[in-house]
């Protein structure tokens, strides 16, 4: 089968890739790519576990064609965090107890990643409205919820911090 | 270099949640192997068909293998209802394997199912219980269509009773849809077939491949990728991990199967579906004398397995946690022509809690008493072996605690929709479980039997060696489950972990000290980290453990048949915690099923047997807004191991149904006799 040349930027990095028209973008990032921690739990875009973030947005990668993503920068999950250090909302999902069997996991940080990124501050029933998309199946979502309440304190204390230096 | 296996790096084999947070799981689809080919399945369209012709792709004419019977609840069954690898002659489910084809990516592997040609004559499904028993045989040389029939305590004639009371009760299918779907990769070099799955039993799969295979057990070695859940339903063997072994051996290739949503849904092992008549006998005070019932599980269309162990095992627990001194209960397991049930969360206990708490809530009803009470008048303060086989600690001194620490009494004054249960779990102790520790270069390496999936092995383990050894938990690592580590083992299912393996766990760690000593006199830990030992045991166990439980929930009914759960609790007697957090964490999320169970899930197939519920979504997995808080207490009473442990696992799927369908009856004030409660039930 033919296929087609895309520029995308994937978590931070230009990349150039010939890809057939049909692939889905989860599948160029997983495959074609090596970044596996996007993952595929359903065909028909209800549980949320390939989520990533296209221009900021968070959108199920499995509903979107890799040629769709050209000209666009993706963020993976592998993708938040500098070198070694976490990102506050994966400290927090750890913290807080909020994965058991992790599948859907990094999923449910990017669309939280999401969510806090224009809302720095959400109730428990905004926090439940905006992971409905996400499904977990292991934790009744209690302790993912309590996660993206602490990860939202995390990011607020750090951004203060961040803010604080650049102002020394 | 050999490309044929995985490069994976000793960390990488440990279970560690902090890997998922950063993406960098080891999910069996993760791996990439040289020439790898990528499997996909031709599935049956029909619910029954003969097959007229078949060209094309791998199918039986290449494999005629049937489905060995392993894991959980594994049991023979009748020889000519075992599931063939491939479809043979006939087609009894939608979405059975029919045939196999091979591509090096899975889009070319799609493309390639085209290439299969088949012509099916269709036939006349059975698709309900009912039509099961109305029907003559779905599978040719069977008398009928009943698949194994059991009987629980002794038949007697009905008492003269001034209450009798009698109504039929009912649980749908479900689906276990854990987030990761089933998969493995095969590869066969040098002899030696190497499986990576996503499993709850290694040593399931490999006794199933070998006995399916016909293969020299000592060339078979199955290692668990991280596993996303699974809920029952990864505990046992299914055709496509056949399918994908064969066929590495055949082309001398890896292979890899990763299963989609639909095939979940239309072809993994669902849970439930089962129905039973139950008949009560009691005095007008609410004392109940006696009980009869006769269960029906829907087995689909093969029985191996739970399908045909089901029959008596739900049988045996229909008089829950209750003294009841008379009871009869028969179970036919029957043929369908639907996917072959499975275990899911409970496996019979949440069935059989179903069926006796929705009684006992009738006659309170009858007699005009608070359910609470009418419970606690019958149950013990001293054990009790039930009539229908099962023993039963002590069981009115834990329901007086949890009425309590429920704040029932409070709760059922202020609010009309509430719902109390009770139940006994017994967890799958037999036969015991394997563990391993290896000590070298200063850490403690540790395998198990049976493979954590979510549930957090790795914490327990931690503990109990820490304990056992003085060892500090940093210097502990649990790996995933792997056939070449451990020689024997069961399985991660049944509430039995903690309780099995952490007893195995416990004895190596003894076995280990008595070395140390043996070596040097005197034990520290230091000495051991010092020294290189390698100690494994299979520790046969049989005892039978009770963990009580209670749940309490409330709701309102909206106009429109919606139900807004507004409370939720627990009270469960879980042994002695060996981790509180991670104990919390699983009954909350068994909670989460208990919920989805009694308001959004359920299978459904129309009248030629195809699949309604056919999306992730339309099976019902409830979502995070419409889930409530839960409220957990726990009581930890120790159990008589050393370590204490009871089972804790299926509590939820067991307390929470039977506690929320009360509330929805109250809250309606119409009698509810089957789970999913759909929104037209209630505006009858």
Redesign the interface.
Known sequence: MSTTKIKTRINGKQIESEV?P??LLV?FL??DL???????????S??G?CTVLVDGKAIKSCTMLAVQADGKEVT???GI?KDDE?HPL??A??EK?G????????GM?LTSLWLLRKNKNPT?EE???S??G????????????ESVMYGAQLMIEKEAEEHEMVMR | MNMSTVRWEDSDLAYDSSNFVRGKGHFVDDIKLQGMLFMTVLRSPYARARILSLKGGMNSQDLGAKMASVGEGADPGAGISIEPVFATGFVNYVGEPVAAVFAEDRYKSTDLLESVEVDYEPLKPVVTMDDALAFGPIHEGMKNNILVEATKGDDFSDPKSPIVLEDTLENERVSTNPIEPRGIVASYADGILNVWISTQSVHSIKEGLVESLNLNPDNVRVMQADTGGAFGSKGGLYPEYVMASYASMKYRKPVKWIETRREHLTSTNPGRGVRSRVKIFAERSGKITGMKGDVLIDAGAYGSGIASFSAQFVAMMMTGPYSIEKAFVTGRSLLTNKVPQGPYRGAGRPEASFFIERMVDLLADEVNKDPADVRLLNTSDKPFNSPLGMKIDAARPFFESAIKELEYRKEAKMTKGVGVSFFVLVPAVYPGESARIMVRDGRIRVWLGGNSHGQGHEDFVKKLVNEELNVPGDLVTLYRGDTGMTKVGVGSWGSRSAIVAGAAVVSVCRKLKKDVEDDNGTYSYELLLAGSYDEFINEEKRMTLNSFGANLASVEVGKFGTVRVKKCLAYYDVGRALNKEMVIGQIQGGMAQGIGQTLHEGLFYNEDGQLITSSISDAGVPLAEDLPNFGVKIAENRSALPHGAKGVGESPTIGVPTALIRAIEKASGLRLRKTPVTAEDLMQ
Not at chain 1, 34 to 44: A, F, K, S
Not at chain 1, 99 to 106: A, D, E, N, R, V
Not at chain 1, 134 to 145: E, S
């Open positions: 057939e049909r692939k599948h997983r495959e090596g970044l596996t921690g996007t993952h595929i739990g359903c065909d028909t209800n549980c576990a993976s999950i592998e965090s976490l994966q400290k999902f750890l107890h994965l058991q069997c992790g599948y859907c996991t990094s940080i428990e926090i439940r409205k992971l409905s996400n499904l977990c199946r292991c934790t009744g979502y209690q302790r993912i919820v």
